[in-house]
């Protein structure tokens, strides 16, 4: 039966040590996800799927897109109204090579942002259900995505040994009653 | 000198605040510009009733105060994406609490500058046949044409500075979904786009964020070189200069880091932020603004140089008219304005100050608004069949237009305040870390206060 | 002459012979009556919104008591390579195969680019809605359209007449030849200083005074190849 089980850590530092204790112990890593609020600047070695990001190639794409589409706006229209304007050629190489430019710049931008929303798994319905606003109050939350019994005894196992329970911090309004270890 | 952070809380609560208890500045600055923006709505509402006739533009000077502000807030547009973009690829540390200050502040002299192009048209209700799209007449926008280039131009940076704006916003806005109840909540969230901050999520953002720096910084380049281009192309003397792409670039990111200093200075006083916006941010930028200072005397001097050396009747009349003629106050007062006041000011670190970098970006304001006046107005005074000469001078339309630009500024700036955090509230935190892992480098992230700061 | 020199349609030019003109302005009231050009009024004209499709312009040369005056009438000049053209983001200036500066005046939208772009300052923009002061507004031409605020306008070379023209042409089953088409300023000159006609027909009065060695153009070194020729001594 599947689990999910949120931890949660003061520091990123003790966060990532306990992720690493879990896949010692046998959890995969792609069921460990590690929330934060802000970057964790792991090495690549440690995290999932971070070397494969298509970003960039995507951008690329994009920007040839946007000056394709500009060659054929600027030459196609220019031809259809066929009109000569202070001497020069109908199909002006310069100048339309500008509107190229802006349109490479956008194609790109606009590809590499719609990468970057779907790589990041964003714009999702029920995203926020793998979710804790502790993350607001700059803890860590691991969410650990246990497939079966065993993989929910090797969380027991790891995470129960460290169980330490602290006090809310003094100023920090928090939704939820600040326990570091919670099924659902 | 390590600093000590501040706890969590202390940094979201101190960042947070102008969002929820903006305190009465705000409203003051609020209540005020909308009776600006106001009074211009009023005056563009007679203008369009009536004609362009209101304003002084007449033959041979066509364009005036329209196309000044035009050409001025696109220039103050290049603070924010410029400044922010380049820190970014250079890693500059310092940049951290200026970063969305000055993304705002493009995205909003953007959509001011835009309103131009539109409003100074004779017949504003047909502006969208600049823009291409399929029709039954087969018409299609003459991409020959400056104009065109500036429509293109302008739209891309347009759309690419709101992404640049929003994309570090997501962290801040799933942070502010979490701290906030009822529809704040639902509209917080929806804008955050679900985010959670998982260690992909944080790696994607920073490569799109590092793709849209890089990308960003080529188009707004390009965006003030094409603007420079609508005077640039044609023939008018002093006007068909193969110098104005540079000249115009430098000159916004002139005026634009004068603007963020301006920005920041008010930012920082009306919502208390003396601990996030210090001293060594003003002294950075103040460098940069005398930087960016004699760059533009440079540009100015070569370009004045070559007109008078060259003594080209049609290029004289114009240089005359500014040096020792009828725009000479304005010029001069120009040149005090950028550079005989700012430089030294700035040069010497016990003036460059918050208060006196906030002067000395107070001034450049002025004259940069001027420059662009400048090189407007004389050129088409003067053209070379002598007996079309003219002269220009603004009605209350126009002044009331140009009021209002800088009032739907502070407003929309103000507006922005109190919905998102001025102080990108991630990557401030980020600093910390960064400074954690890097020992051995100098930070510029101390949120302590030294003594004597 | 480029393309036009290829099409057979006639190329459209003017020549303006200085050593003539007396200045006495009867071309400018000619035009404003033919082209239904509106009377802006004093103030507007003292603001510099006067519309004046072709103008005489004025120069005095010298010191009293040896001052000499030249008058110089100046029009739309339909540069052959006009920069007013390619500058209109909408197409509303373009060139026709018979070398006129064709202005539409549905199609402006009034960024003024034209005008600025002009060395010549031969266009002009209506500030605020045309108005004529009576009994002018009964003597409009039916034959050419009235403009609205914020749309530019300038001197067409009387393109309703060359229309006409061109038509009785070809009714008569020929091409045009000197003497069918008369602009309004040229038709009213005193001093018979004006002429226009086909620069590509070798017969025509254009073609032949252009080859005179009094032949100037105006502005020739920026290039814009106008097609109104001045003939000027000097003295």
């Known amino acids: 039966m599947a689990e999910r089980i949120l931890a949660i850590f003061d520091s990123a530092d003790e966060a990532q040590a306990a992720a690493r204790a879990l896949q010692r112990g046998g959890l995969p890593r792609t069921a460990i996800t590690i929330m934060s609020s802000e970057p964790a600047h792991t090495s690549t ?16 794409f994009g920007g ?6 500009a060659v054929l706006l600027t030459v196609l229209t220019s031809r259809r109204v066929d009109l000569v304007t202070g001497g020069m050629p109908i199909v002006t190489p310069w100048a339309f090579g500008i509107i190229a430019f802006e349109l490479t710049a956008l194609g790109a931008i606009l590809a590499m942002l719609s990468r970057m929303i779907f790589e990041a798994g964003l714009a999702r319905r029920g995203a926020l259900s793998d979710y804790d606003e502790a993350v607001a109050d700059g803890r860590v939350v691991v969410s650990l995505q246990c497939e079966d019994d065993s993989h929910r005894d090797i969380a027991e196992k790891v995470l129960g040994s ?23 | 000198m390590r600093s000590i952070r501040p706890t969590n809380a202390k940094i979201n609560a101190d960042l947070l605040r102008p969002v929820n208890k903006p305190g009465r500045g705000w409203y003051a600055t609020v209540t005020v510009s909308v009776l600006v923006v106001l009074a211009a709505a009023g005056a563009l509402t007679y203008q369009f009733s009536r004609g362009l006739g209101v304003w002084g533009i007449n033959r041979p000077v066509f364009w005036a105060l329209d196309i000044t502000n035009f050409v001025f807030w696109i220039g103050i547009s290049h603070a924010g994406t410029l400044i922010s973009a380049i820190l970014r690829v250079t890693g500059a540390e310092w940049r951290r609490p200026i970063t969305r200050c000055a993304e705002a502040i493009t995205v909003f002299a953007l959509m001011i500058g835009a309103m131009f192009p539109i409003i100074h048209l004779g017949r504003p209700w047909f502006f969208y046949w600049l823009v291409p799209y399929p029709n039954e007449r087969g018409l299609w926008p003459n991409f020959r044409s400056p104009l065109a280039w500036d429509f293109f131009a302008i739209s891309t940076y347009l759309l690419g500075s709101i992404i640049y704006l929003y994309l570090p916003l997501i962290p801040d806005l799933a942070l502010l979904r979490d701290k906030s109840r009822g529809l704040w909540r639902r509209f917080y969230g929806t804008l955050s786009l679900g985010w959670r901050g998982t260690e992909l999520q944080w790696d994607r953002l920073e490569r799109a964020v590092r793709v849209m720096a890089v990308v960003i910084i080529p188009v707004a380049v390009s965006v003030h070189t094409i ?31 004068a603007a963020l200093i301006i920005a920041m200075a008010v930012v920082r006083r009306v919502f208390h932020l003396e601990d996030y916006l210090r001293a060594i941010h003003f002294n950075n930028l103040g460098l940069l603004l005398l930087t960016m200072s004699l760059i533009w005397f440079y540009f100015t001097f070569g370009e004045y140089l070559t007109a008078w050396y060259g003594n080209e009747p049609g290029e004289m009349a114009v240089f005359r008219s500014k040096m020792s003629g009828a725009f000479s106050p304005l010029f001069w007062g120009t040149i005090v304005c950028c550079f005989a006041v700012p430089a030294p000011l700035l040069a010497f670190k016990r003036f460059r100050t918050i208060k006196g970098t906030t002067i000395a970006s107070a001034l450049v304001i002025i004259g940069m608004w001027f420059e662009r ?6 050129t088409l005074a003067h053209p070379k069949l002598t007996f079309n000469w003219g002269t220009y001078r603004p009605t ?47 930070s510029l992230n101390e949120p302590v206060v030294a003594s004597g700061d | 002459m ?5 099409s057979k349609k006639p190329q459209w030019a003017m020549v303006i012979d200085l050593d003539r003109c007396t200045g006495c302005e009867a071309c400018v009231v000619a035009c404003r009556v033919e082209n239904n050009i509106p009377t802006v009024g004093p103030e507007e004209a003292a603001k510099g919104r006067s519309i004046n499709w072709i103008r005489v312009e004025r120069y005095f040369e010298g010191e009293y008591p040896d001052v000499k005056v030249k008058f110089m009438p100046v029009l739309c000049q339909h540069c052959e390579e006009a920069p007013c053209e390619p500058v209109c983001p909408v197409y509303a200036t373009y060139h026709t195969d018979e070398g006129l500066n064709a202005q539409v005046y549905n199609r402006c939208v009034g960024t003024r680019y034209c005008a600025n772009n002009c060395p010549y300052t031969v266009r002009f923009f209506n500030f605020f809605d045309p108005v004529w002061d009576a009994p002018l507004d009964k003597a409009l031409n039916p034959e050419v359209s009235v403009r609205t605020r914020g749309v530019m306008e300038k001197c067409t070379f009387c393109i309703q007449r060359i229309r006409k023209g061109e038509e009785k042409a070809k009714d008569e089953g020929r091409e045009v030849r000197d003497g069918d088409v008369v602009p309004a300023c040229v038709q009213t ?22 080859k005179s060695n009094r032949a100037t153009r105006l502005l020739e070194e920026l290039g814009t190849k106008p097609r109104v020729i001045y003939l000027n001594k000097g003295d």
């Open chain 1, 45 to 60: 070695a440690d995290s999932a799927g971070q070397s494969n990001s298509h970003i960039g190639t995507v951008a690329i």
């Open chain 1, 64 to 69: 040839v897109i946007g000056a394709s589409a």
């Open chain 1, 162 to 184: 460290n169980r330490k329970l602290d006090p809310p911090a003094q100023n920090a309004p928090t939704l939820n009653e600040s326990t570091d270890f919670r099924r659902s």
């Open chain 2, 227 to 257: 603007v420079s281009w609508d005077f640039a192309m044609t023939i008018r003397p002093m006007w068909h200069s193969t110098m104005f792409g540079p000249y115009f670039v430098a000159g916004a990111i002139f005026s634009g880091i």
């Open chain 2, 373 to 378: 006046f400048l090189i407007i107005v004389p």
């Open chain 2, 396 to 442: 209350w339309v126009e002044m009331t237009l140009t009021a209002g630009t800088f009032g739907y500024f502070v407003l929309l700036y103000a507006i922005f305040t109190r919905i998102f955090p001025i102080i990108a509230v991630w990557e401030y935190k980020e600093g910390f870390s960064w400074q954690a892992e890097h020992e051995d480098l100098p």
């Open chain 3, 2 to 6: 480029t393309e036009e020199a290829k």
């Open chain 3, 189 to 210: 000159c005193q001093t018979k200083a004006m002429y226009f006609g086909n620069i590509a027909d070798p017969a025509s009065e254009v073609a032949r005074l252009a």
